[in-house]
């Protein structure tokens, strides 16, 4: 009798956990004895252990409460060729096991304990769009409290799925989905729910947030109501691709556009556009690594039109160097189309310019701030001899005015291609600083 008093008092100094199953009860207990003396002994916990491979539930019909949240601590790399996105990030589950249970104070105050994560009952919980097999590193353990609560924290490297959108690089925004679910559990088994608010979320992960990179992170947002899907929005750095690509080709554009200030009949201009274009050409061959290997970016747009423009303006070149040397051998009338629309575009008024100061100023330049061709007199005291000023082939026109009117051509085709040049660097530049700041 004696002894069986003795073991009821012992049993009222231990921790007691019920296993409640449905038509019968059992018991077992955790002798909390020594814990202060030689620390937590295992075989205390041995019946829970043994209940690892079964969902901790009293009744199974009941669904298990699995709260999910997670901070994203680094954005390891954007693959916009593959479509994925690599990301570390630390998953958080918390649950109840109903199964275990204690008194803090029958239990040397004990009120927390770690437990080594492979001994107890996990949440299958994994990231629907990920693309890698589930990595988990070992020896990770759990937070289990006094009234049963399991806290598991899990680090995962993720490469996900992500529709990228890379038509605006470098100035693109990313928005990739996380989609919590369980593998093997549905709805009726498992019900997932959000441990904090998105804010919270969001504040956490850009606190913790290390890398210095290519990409930052913009915010979290809840996809869905009804699904535990969390919309991670990332935005790129651009500063290195405006440093190296776009500030590169705009001097080389701007420069091609100073180009029209030489002589368009001297020996210069022509191998000096032709220099450009070819450096041009080797600027992008060095710096095509840096641009995205799929897709049509609008950088890709613009570099192509910067090479447009430049290949036109080297052609207009050689085709005003040879309508030059037309004019000062044997100048060719000037159509009366042409004739109409160089009055128009000039606006002169007279019919027929007797100087080519009065033609520049029609195009609304004096003669200093256009490509430097020389006076038509002096173009024309090289190719006529005296007394060949005179009216030819019924025109009305001496041969020196032909010349001066093709000059007023060429003038004109200059100042047309110089103010294309001048609109499309104010419209990079315009587009630059809108994307930039939004």
């Known amino acids: ?48 252990f043994d209940k690892k491979p079964f969902r901790p539930v009293i009744n199974y019909s009941v669904p298990t409460h699995v709260n999910v949240s997670f901070t994203l601590s680094a954005i390891l790399e954007v693959d916009a060729q593959l479509q994925l996105l690599t990301s570390f990030l630390w998953m958080n589950l918390i649950w109840d096991n109903p199964f275990i249970s204690w008194n803090p104070e029958e239990c040397v105050g004990l009120k927390k304990l770690t437990i080594a994560a492979e001994n107890l009952w996990l949440p299958d919980i994994f990231i629907m769009e ?17 009234e049963g609560r399991i806290k598991y924290d899990k680090p995962m490297r993720v490469t996900s799925i992500c529709n990228l959108d890379i038509f605006y690089f470098p100035f693109d925004q990313q928005n990739c989905t996380f989609t919590f679910t369980s593998f093997l559990y549905t709805v009726d088994s498992m ?16 606190n913790v947030i290390r890398t210095q990179g290519e990409w930052e992170l913009l915010g979290i947002n809840k996809a869905s109501p009804k699904m535990l899907v969390g ?89 005003i160097t ?10 060719p009338p000037m159509p009366e189309w042409l004739h109409s629309l160089l009055l128009h575009c000039t606006g002169p008024r007279k019919c027929c310019p007797t100087a080519s100061h009065k033609g520049n100023e029609g195009l609304g330049l004096p003669p200093a701030q256009l490509p430097g061709l020389k006076e038509p007199v002096e173009l024309v005291e090289k190719s006529l001899g005296p007394g060949e000023a005179q009216a030819a082939g019924g025109s009305g026109w001496t041969r020196a005015q032909r010349v001066e009117l093709w000059v007023q051509f060429s003038h004109m085709m200059d100042t047309l291609l110089f103010r294309l040049y001048l609109l499309f660097m104010a419209s990079s530049i315009l587009t630059v600083i809108g994307l930039w700041n939004t």
């Open 231 to 319: 919309d991670v929005a990332i935005r790129r750095r651009p500063s290195l691709y405006i440093v190296n690509l776009l500030v590169p080709s705009g001097f080389l554009v701007a420069i091609d556009a100073l180009s029209f200030y030489l002589p368009a009949e001297s020996e210069i201009r022509a191998p000096f556009k032709i220099t450009l274009l070819l450096g041009y050409n080797v600027f992008l061959l060095m710096m095509n690594d840096l641009l995205p290997s799929s897709g049509t970016p609008l950088i890709s747009v613009y570099f192509a039109l910067c090479l447009s423009l430049m290949v036109l303006s080297l052609l207009e070149t050689v085709f």
């Open 1 to 48: 009798m004696e002894m069986g008093w003795s073991a009821r008092q012992g049993v009222l100094l231990c921790l007691t956990v019920s296993l409640l199953l449905p038509g019968r009860g059992d018991t077992f207990t955790i002798n909390c004895s020594g814990f202060n003396l030689h620390g937590v002994n295992p075989a205390a916990f041995q019946a829970v």
């Open 191 to 206: 019900l997932l729910g959000m441990d904090k608010e998105v804010w919270e979320i969001t504040d956490t992960s850009r």
């Open 130 to 146: 990920s693309m890698d097999e589930d990595e988990t590193p070992s020896g990770l353990t759990a937070y289990v409290s006094s």
């Open 322 to 331: 040879y309508l030059l040397h037309l004019a000062t051998t044997q100048p």
